[in-house]
């Protein structure tokens, strides 16, 4: 079984620009998640999607956003990209009705 | 919110040493995650323990959720044993794990 891949392994955007972060989750899973994880915070929940619906959003700002597509694969999208958007973003998916999230290798975005 | 304190926050071990990590967290949870995070970043699934014990080869772990702790036991441990372990919690009605700091694992050969 595939586990959950996330592309592009690295981004390189300078401040201002707008980053697409994508995600596609284990077979059968309907649920996505996002964390951000910078240093000195900590993993952070950014998003959760199911079932194509925004679920639950964690403490960030609107230029934080994203979608979830009708074959359960998601976006995250940040706009208007600061130097402290710098993290590791890590996306997770979970199957319907179980708690259990397994994760992606991440997507590594620096903001120059 | 819930608040979860990993201790210790760093530990060096010999090879073949044993180690308890634990995580306390503030309030009733019914989803516990223990993970290990590699060197590239990813987090590997270790157990979903919100309460009771399981064992997986040397690994092992127990949560007590009337007293809100969960150890995570490491027997005869090897230098790919080391990295971040963290503990996560939440509840199924809002998707959000919450992350301890984690414990920063050295084994030494």
């Known amino acids: 079984e595939a586990g959950v891949t996330q592309s592009p392994t690295h981004l390189i955007k300078t401040r201002g620009q707008q980053a697409t972060l994508r995600c596609s989750p284990i077979?059968?899973?309907?649920?996505v998640y996002w964390y951000q994880q910078a240093l000195g915070l900590g993993l952070q929940f950014l998003l959760w999607?199911?079932?194509?619906?925004?679920?639950n959003r964690g403490n960030f700002p609107p230029r934080f956003s994203g979608r979830q597509f009708p074959n359960y694969s998601s976006e995250l999208n940040v706009n208007a990209l600061e130097l402290e958007d710098s993290a590791l973003y890590l996306c997770?998916?979970?199957?319907?009705?179980?708690?259990?999230?397994?994760f992606g290798p991440g997507t590594r975005l620096t903001v120059l | 919110g819930i608040q979860v304190e990993q201790s210790p926050p760093d530990l060096i071990l010999q090879e073949g040493a044993n180690s308890t990590l634990r995580c306390n967290f503030s309030?009733?949870?019914?989803?516990l995650q223990w993970f290990h995070q590699n060197p590239w970043g990813q987090l590997i699934n270790l157990f979903y323990?919100?309460?009771g014990t399981k064992q997986n080869g040397r690994l092992s772990a127990t949560t007590v959720a009337t007293e809100r702790y969960s150890l995570l036991y490491i027997s005869s441990s090897q230098t790919t044993d080391s990295g971040v372990y963290f503990c996560?919690?939440?509840?199924?009605?809002?998707?959000?794990?919450?992350f301890g700091q984690g414990t920063t694992l050295q084994v030494k050969p």
């Open positions: 996560a919690v939440g509840s199924s009605n809002t998707g959000k794990l919450i």
């Open positions: 309030d009733s949870v019914n989803n």
């Open positions: 077979s059968g899973h309907t649920s």
């Open positions: 323990i919100p309460s």
């Open positions: 999607y199911d079932e194509g619906e925004e679920r």
């Open positions: 997770a998916s979970g199957r319907q009705g179980t708690d259990t999230q397994y």
